[in-house]
Each structure stands twice: as structure tokens, then as C-alpha cells.
């Protein structure tokens, strides 16, 4: 079955205490994207990849690290995590012009 | 740069009735393809319809619908026999590429509750 997974998918976490969110897509897709989803602000994209070691910034990449080691992982780390990134996170692999989204990790920073 | 946006926060809909999401957008690009996304309370992303711009006519799966109107910049929603399993959060979404990483631009979204 074609699908994008994501671990953990609910997290609580303390500020400043270094996590990882891992990402990853069994349909050989070479763009892999994470976007963040706030009330009021629908989902915006963080990073994006288009091939392994091949990464760059979406629309709101501040506090956040990605890697592109092997085509099907696409990890978000945050370094030193702060409340203002407690959100709903989703991995996204696409190809052409369709999009495959994980089930989403929910994440709160205390 | 694309914007997308939701006018209505909020709507709601008797069960079996007809609703309507509104949806603009803002784009330079000629061409370009928009979505409705589904996000019931299973935070799960469901795509809903797909309209590609240079395509004339508009996109229909099943009882989901679509008003593109280009030269205004619209693209709205209608759910047509409104059932209980519609209730959502629904955004609306336009890709222009993969130039741009492939990224989708969504707007605000709209929570809909449909009511027995």
C-alpha cells in the first residue's frame, strides 16, 4: 500500500529539549515536504526536498532542520524546540501535481 | 508570491442540503492546478477535487463540485446531499509546479458542520 508515515504522532515536550519527527514514503516519490497546520493559518510549508542531500527553505523554516540521507526519510529535527512551534505537523511526498500526506504528528512544547 | 484565501471560518449545513465554500486566490502564474482538501476530526488529509486551470470545465466527483472561475479568481466548493460524514475542516490549496518545491499554498480553511 502506497503511503507516507510519520513517528511519533502525538509528542509532548519540554523547551529546549532536542527531538526528531521522523518521515517516510514507500512510492520512490523524489519531493518529500513537511508543513506545520495552525488554527487560522491552514498548513504552511516548512522544508521541502527534491532528491537525496538535495533540501531547501519552504515559507516559515525558523527553529527547524531536515535531512535527505535516503530518498524515503525526510526527518524534521528541532534542535531546541520553544511553544511557539507546539502545532500539527504533516510529511508530504508528492509527485507531479499530487500530494501524499502522512497522518500528521501533534506537538506541544511546554 | 500566491495567496490563498478562506472567507468563512465557519459554516453550517442541514443534512441533504446544498452548501457552498468560497475560496480566492492570487497568482501570477497561467498556469497552475487548485484543490479541496478534506481534514475530518481524524486530522487525516483527504483530497476532494482536483481543477486543473487551463481546463475550461469545471471538476465533478460525485456529489463534490466546483465553480473555477478564472478571470475572477474564484474557485468554490458545493456539496450537493450534504451528509453527516461531511462534517470537516475543508481547505482549499494551488500548486503552481515543482519549481517551487513542490509546494502547496493553502488558505485558512473552513470548518463545516453538517447538522441531522
Known amino acids: 500500500e502506497a503511503q507516507v508515515t510519520q513517528n511519533p504522532r502525538y509528542l509532548i515536550t519540554v523547551t529546549g529539549k532536542k527531538l526528531t519527527v521522523t518521515c517516510s514514503q514507500n512510492m520512490n516519490h523524489e519531493y518529500m515536504s513537511w508543513y506545520r497546520q495552525d488554527p487560522g493559518l491552514g498548513l504552511r510549508q516548512i522544508y521541502y526536498?527534491?532528491?537525496?542531500?538535495?533540501?531547501d527553505k519552504g515559507d516559515v523554516p525558523e527553529g527547524y532542520k531536515v535531512s535527505r540521507k535516503e530518498k524515503r526519510n525526510f526527518p524534521l529535527i528541532l534542535e531546541s524546540p520553544s511553544p511557539n512551534q507546539t502545532s500539527l505537523y504533516f510529511c508530504a511526498s508528492s509527485f507531479r501535481n499530487e500530494q501524499f500526506f502522512g497522518p500528521g504528528t501533534r506537538l506541544t512544547v511546554l | 508570491a500566491q495567496t490563498v484565501t478562506q472567507s468563512q471560518p465557519e459554516m453550517s449545513v442541514q443534512e441533504a442540503e446544498t452548501v457552498t465554500l468560497s475560496c480566492t486566490y492570487d497568482t501570477s502564474e497561467s498556469n497552475y492546478y487548485l484543490f479541496w482538501y478534506k481534514q475530518p476530526p481524524s486530522r487525516q488529509m483527504i483530497l476532494v477535487i482536483r481543477q486543473e486551470a487551463y481546463k475550461q470545465q469545471n471538476a465533478t466527483e460525485n456529489r463534490f463540485s466546483v465553480n473555477f472561475q478564472k478571470a475572477a479568481k474564484s474557485f468554490s466548493l458545493k456539496i450537493s446531499d450534504s451528509q453527516l460524514g461531511d462534517t470537516a475542516m475543508y481547505f482549499c490549496?494551488?500548486?503552481?509546479?515543482?519549481?517551487?518545491?513542490?509546494?502547496?499554498?493553502f488558505g485558512e480553511g473552513t470548518q463545516l458542520t453538517v447538522n441531522p
Open positions: 490549496a494551488f500548486w503552481t509546479g515543482e519549481t517551487s518545491g513542490s509546494r502547496l499554498t
Open positions: 526536498s527534491m532528491n537525496v542531500e538535495v533540501t
